[in-house]
C-alpha cells in the first residue's frame, strides 16, 4: 500500500507534458535536440526544479555534487549519506549545503576514511602498508556533534549465524538482533577454518604466502565446477597477497575453461578478488579469505599483520569477515594459538585471534539453547506432549535477542533442529506491532530455513490433544522430505517488486483541462414561479453538477434557459436566490462569494472559447477557484516562469486568446493569492510551485 501511495504522490507532482514556456520549455527543447545539448550543469541550473519534479531522487558522488549543481540551483528535502564511515567531511560539506535536512547512515565499526588511495596515486605501492592512517569521517563528526543517533540492530546479511559471531561479541557488543539457523555450520554454509600446513609467509621479499594462494586459487576452480550459481568473492590482508591469488588463478584459467566463464561474469554478483582496503560495501554467497601472513621460511613468527596493526585496524578486520551471506571460508597458514598478544597490544590482531579461534573449533551452533527455561506453563505442556512421541524439544533457542519458544531436534540428523514451535507467550506479546508479531518474525525465520509452526493459547486450552497430533503430524511430513529439498527451501529468498504500470486507482499528474460544458436538460413542464423550493433546487443541483463553480446570475440565467424564457427577472432570480439557500443549508452546495459549486469537488481550469453565453467570458462571471488552479496548472506545466507569461498561460487554459485589462487584473488577484498562501513561490525572479504542495 506504501508503494502505491508513493506513486501516486509522484504521479501528482509531475510536470504536465505539454508546457512549452519556462522549465519544462528548456526541457523539450533540449529533448528534441540530437546534438550540441546544454551542458549538464547549465540545464540543471536553469531547468533543474523540473527535473526534481520528473525524477525526485539523486543519486550522486560527492564529486558530482560540486560538478553539475551550481549552489542555490537546487535544493533538496533530504540527504541521505550512506556507507558515512568512509565519507570525509570535507565531501559532505557540499551536499549537506544543498539540503534541509540530513540522515547519515554508517558503522563506526567499519572502515574509515584513509589516505590508501591518496598514497597510490603519489607513492610507489610496495611501501610499508603499517603507515597508513585514518582520517575523520562525517559519521565521526556527526557523532561527536551529539546529532541524534539510533542503532539499527537486525543483521540482514548472514544467513548462519556463525558468519556474524565473532563481530556481535567483539564490535557490537553483542546488541546484534540474530535470527538463528536450524542446523551448525558445514556441508557449504557457515564459517570454515582450512588450514594450510605448508604454507610460508615471505615476509623479506613478496610479503607474500604463494603456497595459501595457490590453495584459495585451487578452491576457486572447485566453487566454480560444483556450485556456479553461488555468488562468491576473495578477500585478502594484503594487497601483495590480493595478488598472489590473482596470479594463481590466471594460471588456473588458462587450464580449465570453466574457470574462465565463472569468473569473467559480470553484474551485482560478479567474482571479485580484493584486499581488505577495498571490500566494504561488497557481498556474496560464498566469501574466501586468505590471511596470508604466517610463520617465514625459518619458522619465526612476525606479529605484523599490516593494517591490522594500526589505530582502526579491527575495524578494518570486522568489514572483511562480515562479507559473507552463505558461508566463510578462512584459509590460514596460521592457527590462534601462533598469535602472541603479549607482543602486539593492537585490537585488530587481538580480534584476529579471536576469530582464528573461532573459525578453527567447530562451535558454529545458531541455536544454542539459552538456558532460559519455559516461558510459561503452555510452552512446558506444548513440549512435554511432543515428547511423548519420542522427539527432543529445547526451549529458548537463539542467541543475541532472537529466541524461538520451542525447537524440535531432528533425530535423523544431529545438530539440526527439525521444527520450531512460535507460542503466544512472552516473545509474542512482547513485540511492539502486529507486523513484527504476526508476519516478520516467522518470516525471517523462515528465510533462514526454518520450518515453523504456530500454537496458540486459546486452541491448546480447548484441544490440546487435536493440536499435539497436528504437531505430530508435521513432523512425519518434515522427517519424509528430502533433505536436498529442505535445503532448496533455504535459499530462496522472498522479494517484493513493483508492478510494471501504475495501478488504475493512480491520479492524474495534474489538473488536466477541460471543455466548458453548458448545462441543457429535460425540466418539468410547471412553470418556474409554482415548483416548491425543493424541486427548483433539484434543477439547479444538476446544473452546479454541469458547470459548478459557476456565478449566481450565470446559475439564475441557465435556468431561464431551460425553461424557454428569454428574459431574468427579479421572480426568478429571486427563486433561484431561495433554492441555493436550500441547497446550502443542506450541504448539497457551497458557495466562495457569489460562485457556487458542487461540495469536494476538485476544480480544474475549463476551456470557454466556443461557449454560447456570452457572460461566461466576463471578468467578473470567471469563478477565482478555476482561474487559481488554471494559474497552478501552469506554473507546473512552465515551472520557472515569468508573471508575464504565466498569467498569459494560464488564461489561455481557460480559452482566452487575447487578454483585456479586466481579465488580467483578475488572474492578477488571484497569483497574489497563490503567493500569500505559499502554493507559488517567486525564485530568481520565476515563479514555481513549492515543493511538496499539490496544485
Given at each position: 500500500m506504501a508503494q502505491y501511495e508513493v506513486c501516486q504522490a509522484h504521479s501528482r507532482g509531475l510536470p504536465?507534458?505539454?508546457?512549452?514556456?519556462?522549465?519544462?520549455?528548456?526541457?523539450?527543447?533540449?529533448?528534441?535536440?540530437?546534438?550540441?545539448?546544454?551542458?549538464?550543469?547549465?540545464?540543471?541550473?536553469?531547468?533543474g526544479r523540473s527535473v526534481q519534479a520528473i525524477k525526485p531522487v539523486f543519486m550522486m558522488s560527492p564529486i558530482s555534487v560540486a560538478q553539475f549543481l551550481h549552489p542555490g540551483a537546487i535544493e533538496f528535502d533530504l540527504l541521505l549519506i550512506d556507507?558515512?564511515?568512509?565519507?570525509?567531511?570535507?565531501?559532505?560539506?557540499?551536499?549537506?549545503?544543498?539540503?534541509?535536512?540530513?540522515?547519515?547512515?554508517?558503522?563506526?565499526?567499519?572502515?574509515?576514511?584513509?589516505?590508501?588511495?591518496?598514497?597510490?596515486?603519489?607513492?610507489?605501492?610496495?611501501?610499508?602498508?603499517?603507515?597508513?592512517?585514518?582520517v575523520q569521517s562525517i559519521l565521526a563528526l556527526c557523532l561527536a556533534q551529539s546529532v541524534p543517533a539510533r542503532m539499527l540492530r537486525w543483521h540482514y546479511r548472514s544467513r548462519h549465524h556463525s558468519l556474524i559471531a565473532v563481530s556481535n561479541r567483539e564490535f557490537y557488543d553483542g546488541r546484534l538482533f540474530i535470527p538463528p539457523s536450524p542446523h551448525q555450520a558445514g556441508a557449504g554454509g557457515g564459517l570454515q577454518f582450512?588450514?594450510?600446513?605448508?604454507?610460508?609467509?615471505?615476509?623479506?621479499?613478496?610479503?607474500?604466502?604463494?603456497?595459501?594462494?595457490?590453495?584459495?586459487?585451487?578452491?576457486?576452480?572447485?566453487?566454480?565446477?560444483?556450485?556456479?550459481?553461488?555468488?562468491?568473492?576473495?578477500?585478502?590482508?594484503?594487497?601483495?597477497?590480493?595478488?598472489?591469488?590473482?596470479?594463481?588463478?590466471?594460471g588456473l584459467r588458462k587450464r580449465h575453461p570453466e574457470l574462465e566463464t565463472f569468473c569473467a561474469r559480470s553484474g551485482q554478483d560478479a567474482f571479485f578478488v580484493k584486499n581488505l582496503e577495498s571490500i566494504q560495501g561488497d557481498e556474496r554467497d560464498v566469501i574466501f579469505i586468505s590471511v596470508g601472513y604466517g610463520r617465514d621460511s625459518s619458522g619465526y613468527m612476525s606479529m605484523s599483520f599490516g593494517p591490522l596493526n594500526n589505530d582502526g585496524g579491527e575495524r578494518r578486520l570486522?568489514?572483511?569477515?562480515?562479507?559473507?551471506?552463505?558461508?566463510c571460508r578462512v584459509f590460514a597458514s596460521i592457527s590462534a594459538d601462533d598469535i602472541d598478544v603479549n607482543r602486539s597490544n593492537a585490537r585488530g590482531v587481538v580480534a584476529l585471534k579471536q576469530f582464528l579461534q573461532y573459525a578453527a573449533t567447530g562451535i558454529h551452533d545458531v541455536g544454542l539453547v539459552s538456558g532460559k527455561g519455559f516461558d510459561s506453563p503452555f510452552e512446558e505442556q506444548v513440549a512435554l506432549?511432543?515428547?511423548?512421541?519420542?522427539?527432543?524439544?529445547?526451549?529458548?533457542?537463539?542467541?543475541?535477542?532472537?529466541?524461538?519458544?520451542?525447537?524440535?531436534?531432528?533425530?535423523?540428523?544431529p545438530g539440526r533442529y527439525l521444527l520450531g514451535l512460535e507460542c503466544d507467550g512472552a516473545q509474542y506479546h512482547s513485540s511492539r506491532c502486529a507486523r513484527d508479531r504476526d508476519r516478520l518474525r516467522q518470516q525471517v525465520l523462515e528465510d533462514?530455513?526454518?520450518?515453523?509452526?504456530?500454537?496458540?493459547?486459546?486452541?491448546?486450552?480447548?484441544?490440546?490433544?487435536?493440536?499435539?497430533r497436528k504437531i505430530v503430524e508435521t513432523l512425519a511430513k518434515l522427517r519424509a522430505t528430502p533433505r536436498s529439498a529442505k535445503r532448496a527451501a533455504t535459499t530462496v529468498a522472498a522479494t517484493t517488486e513493483l508492478p510494471r504500470h501504475a495501478p488504475t486507482s493512480v491520479a492524474p499528474p495534474?489538473?488536466?483541462?477541460?471543455?466548458?460544458?453548458?448545462?441543457?436538460?429535460?425540466?418539468?413542464?410547471?412553470?418556474?414561479?409554482?415548483?416548491?423550493v425543493a424541486h427548483l433546487a433539484s434543477v439547479i443541483a444538476q446544473i452546479l453538477d454541469i458547470e459548478g463553480p459557476v456565478h449566481r446570475d450565470e446559475v439564475a440565467k441557465r435556468v431561464t434557459g431551460l425553461w424557454g424564457l428569454t428574459r431574468t427577472g427579479s421572480r426568478i432570480s429571486g427563486a433561484v436566490d431561495?433554492?441555493?439557500?436550500?441547497?446550502?443549508?443542506?450541504?448539497?452546495?457551497?458557495?466562495?462569494?457569489?460562485f457556487f459549486s458542487v461540495p469536494g469537488r476538485p476544480v480544474v481550469p475549463r476551456d470557454r472559447e466556443n461557449t454560447t453565453s456570452s457572460t461566461l467570458r466576463k471578468a467578473e462571471h470567471l469563478p477565482p477557484l478555476e482561474v487559481r488552479a488554471a494559474v497552478t496548472a501552469a506554473a507546473h506545466a512552465n515551472q520557472g516562469i515569468d508573471e508575464e507569461r504565466l498569467l498569459a498561460e494560464a488564461l489561455r487554459l481557460l480559452g482566452f486568446k487575447t487578454v483585456g485589462a479586466q481579465v488580467r487584473s483578475i488572474a492578477s488577484q488571484q497569483l497574489q493569492v497563490l503567493m500569500r498562501t505559499k502554493a507559488l513561490e517567486v525564485r530568481d525572479g520565476r515563479l514555481y510551485p513549492t515543493p511538496n504542495r499539490l496544485p
Open positions: 504536465i507534458h505539454q508546457g512549452d514556456a519556462g522549465e519544462m520549455g528548456i526541457l523539450r527543447k533540449e529533448m528534441s535536440k540530437k546534438r550540441r545539448h546544454l551542458p549538464l550543469r547549465q540545464l540543471l541550473t536553469q531547468a556507507e558515512a564511515s568512509q565519507v570525509q567531511p570535507v565531501d559532505a560539506l557540499g551536499a549537506i549545503a544543498r539540503c534541509k535536512q540530513i540522515v547519515v547512515v554508517g558503522d563506526e565499526k567499519q572502515l574509515p576514511p584513509t589516505s590508501f588511495f591518496q598514497r597510490l596515486a603519489t607513492e610507489d605501492s610496495s611501501d610499508d602498508e603499517d603507515s597508513l592512517g585514518d582450512h588450514h594450510v600446513a605448508d604454507g610460508q609467509f615471505d615476509r623479506g621479499n613478496t610479503a607474500t604466502n604463494r603456497r595459501e594462494a595457490h590453495v584459495v586459487a585451487e578452491h576457486i576452480l572447485v566453487h566454480a565446477r560444483e556450485t556456479p550459481g553461488a555468488s562468491l568473492g576473495v578477500g585478502t590482508f594484503s594487497m601483495a597477497q590480493r595478488d598472489a591469488v590473482l596470479d594463481e588463478l590466471e570486522n568489514v572483511l569477515i562480515t562479507r559473507a551471506r552463505e558461508c506432549a511432543v515428547q511423548k512421541h519420542g522427539y527432543v524439544v529445547d526451549s529458548q533457542v537463539g542467541v543475541a535477542g532472537f529466541f524461538i519458544d520451542l525447537a524440535v531436534r531432528d533425530p535423523e540428523t533462514r530455513g526454518w520450518s515453523i509452526a504456530r500454537v496458540w493459547s486459546t486452541d491448546w486450552f480447548r484441544d490440546s490433544v487435536s493440536q499435539t495534474l489538473p488536466s483541462v477541460s471543455r466548458y460544458v453548458e448545462a441543457s436538460f429535460q425540466t418539468p413542464a410547471t412553470p418556474i414561479y409554482e415548483l416548491p431561495e433554492a441555493l439557500r436550500w441547497l446550502e443549508l443542506r450541504s448539497q452546495a457551497s458557495s466562495d462569494a457569489e
